[in-house]
């Protein structure tokens, strides 16, 4: 029969998508940690902070000595005409020389310098190298709390489905029940084929659900694979029940939010950017000084000269010294910009926070309504199931019809998904007021 084939449907689907019974169960916390272990985002996010961390050297700003080595060859032809006072005839008359020929140049040499003085610029270009590390650890904090929330958020939707399942399972329990019971009064000719026909669409209607669920259910083990850095098609089993904390206070995420939010951490290293961005600026207004060493040999030879040849080598020391005296008001242009940019960065910053407790404001209200929500719903799931009760007896008496039924089954089924859908909308809530008050990975 065509109700055989149907069931024999159902049981393949529990075999092949819904056997869930037998996967390994992977806690939230077994998530969270392969995430971390192997998120592709946080292992870049590392490597840009150990390169970052590199760069915090003296070498990279100018303040260790420098040694140079240079070396040059040059080879040419010249053809020179040299006028010349001839001075046995008393200077009047001039004797010209037609010299031409080859030249060959080469210098050999090696420099030592080193900055004595910058106005300190090049202090404050190491604080910036500093300040772009310490961002770079930050950022690494802010990815895996960004990674543990998405982890956690997609771990709840796979456990949400997952208990999804389990109720519509069960409701096809109930209805192959109420299928079997009918199946048989048929045979003692105490109810109708239109009845059997009915649960027999009541049946098939729950196994769409069951396969859209089954559809869903795959689609989040899919993502909470991805965000692990597993194989997209590894299979697993998560913990339909989550635990949720139900007793937190407002006061207590706000005032966390502002001591640990890593974005207002961020923020506050832009700041601190911009006001070295301001002293590296009005450092150009102060003179340089450089002491310098070197060593050369020259060679110099060239054909079309009176000088044929020239041999020098021997060392030299000196001071360079450089006083900007007017370039335009660029220097000028450029403090007024820096102050200006300073100025910009704390109102962001001021910003930023204003936003960060507006979105705890809503998300601990959506938290409190939630949890009121769940209260109401689990002190009338008994009545809905009282209620599923009471006409599958009446309906063996024959006293209600299949509708009847069908349409307390119905309630039940959504009252028990919204108490699922409740504590994990609990659940996510937690993980959002932990994440804004950063305090999720602690």
């Known amino acids: 029969m065509k109700i055989q084939k149907y069931i024999m449907l159902i049981v393949v689907l529990f075999i092949g998508g819904a056997s869930i019974h037998a996967q390994e169960i992977f806690s939230l916390e077994d998530a969270i940690q392969t995430a971390l272990e192997n998120n592709h985002k946080i292992k870049i996010r590392r490597y840009d902070a150990q390169i970052k961390a590199k760069q915090v050297n003296p070498a990279m700003v100018g303040a260790r000595p420098t040694i140079n080595a240079n070396a040059s060859y040059e080879f040419g032809w010249s053809d020179a005409s040299i006028e010349t006072l001839n001075l046995a005839s008393g200077g009047e008359a001039t004797n010209t020389i037609e010299l031409d020929g080859i030249s060959n140049d080469v210098i050999i040499g090696a420099e030592i310098s080193m900055t004595l003085l910058d106005g300190k610029a090049s202090k404050y270009r190491l604080e910036q190298l500093g300040q772009i590390s310490q961002m770079a650890q930050l950022q690494i904090q802010q990815t895996i709390e960004q990674t543990v929330a998405s982890v956690s958020n997609a771990y709840l939707q796979m456990a949400q489905q997952q208990a999804a399942i389990a109720i519509t399972q069960q409701s096809i329990a109930l209805t192959n029940e109420r299928l079997k019971r009918t199946k048989e009064d048929a045979s003692y000719g105490t109810s109708s084929s239109l009845k059997y026909l009915q649960i027999e669409v009541d049946l098939k209607t729950d196994s769409a659900t069951l396969n859209n669920q089954l559809l869903a259910y795959a689609n989040a083990r899919r993502s909470l694979n991805q965000l692990m850095g597993q194989a997209p098609n590894t299979i697993f089993q998560v913990q339909a029940e989550v635990s949720s904390n139900r007793f937190l206070l407002l006061s207590e995420l706000l005032s966390a939010l502002r001591q640990n939010s890593v974005l207002l951490k961020l923020n506050n290293r832009n700041i601190e950017l911009a006001n070295i961005d301001v002293k ?163």
């Open 280 to 442: 590296l600026s009005q450092a150009a207004y102060k003179p340089r000084l450089q002491a310098y060493a070197n060593a050369n040999f020259t060679y110099l030879q060239n054909n079309a000269n009176f000088l044929q040849s020239n041999t020098t080598i021997g060392p030299n020391v000196g001071v360079r010294f450089q006083y900007p005296i007017f370039d335009w008001g660029a220097r000028k242009i450029k403090e007024e910009s820096a102050v200006m940019i300073m100025e910009q960065r704390r109102m962001e910053q001021v910003d930023t926070e204003e936003y960060l407790i507006k979105e705890l404001y809503n998300a601990y209200a959506t938290y409190e309504n939630t949890i009121e929500q769940l209260r109401i719903e689990e002190s009338n799931i008994g009545l809905f199931e009282s209620n599923l009760d009471n006409m599958q007896n009446m309906y063996q008496m024959g006293t209600v019809t299949n509708t009847d039924v069908r349409s307390a089954q119905l309630n039940y089924n959504a009252a028990q998904n919204r108490i699922s859908n409740y504590q994990y909308l609990i659940k996510q809530a937690e993980v959002q007021l932990y994440l804004l008050s950063g305090q999720l990975v602690n």
